[in-house]
């Protein structure tokens, strides 16, 4: 885990922002104890013995006649921007997982819908539907629990091709040879 990221756990549980010199022998922050602790107990708890030069962020008022230059040499923030990268990452890290989440929840939704609600669309129709059309729905609504999206749509689009296509070799079939033109004789 890089140093950042761990400081960024710290302030998590602690809501104490530090850096350090060295590295940290613990894998992960250890969790907050019940009972009060020195800062010496809590930095060797948590910190380890491989750091030094531990300093602990926090505000400090300073006189108005202190120089700008002054304050930053004394604050040195490139520690504080890489918490705070490392922070808006995880943030955006986790939205995009609840993106992921999201679709693939609205997908199982839209892939499927209950059986009772095609029922309720074929008894609408009933009288209007022709007899293979309304066979072939009742048989899918006796077969199936739930009506599966793309595979109803993939099932029609196949059966509406097939009665075109039927259709159209029935008409050319019934139709009467073309007279034929003065360019053919």
Request: glycine share 2%.
């Amino acid at each position: 885990m890089s140093k950042e990221k761990y400081c960024t756990n710290i302030l998590r549980y602690y809501s104490i922002l530090v850096e350090y010199e060295g590295n940290e022998d613990k894998l992960n922050v250890p969790l907050p104890l019940e009972e009060p602790e020195t800062f010496a107990h809590w930095r060797q708890r948590v910190l380890g013995n491989d750091v030094s030069d531990v300093k602990v962020y926090m505000p400090i008022e300073f006189q108005g006649k202190t120089l700008i230059s002054t304050i930053q040499n004394k604050i040195d923030s490139r520690h504080i921007a890489n918490i705070f990268n490392n922070l808006r990452k995880e943030k955006n890290g986790q939205i995009k997982v609840a993106i992921e989440e999201a679709v693939i929840k609205n997908r199982e939704i839209f892939t499927t819908f209950p059986i009772d609600t095609l029922e309720e669309i074929v008894e609408d129709l009933e009288f209007t539907l022709e007899e293979p059309v309304n066979e072939f729905l009742e048989k899918y609504i006796q077969d199936n629990s739930e009506v599966k999206t793309e595979e109803l749509i993939e099932k029609l689009l196949k059966l509406y091709n097939d009665a075109v296509h039927e259709f159209r070799v029935l008409r050319n079939k019934n139709q009467p040879p073309s007279e034929p033109t003065n360019d053919e004789t």
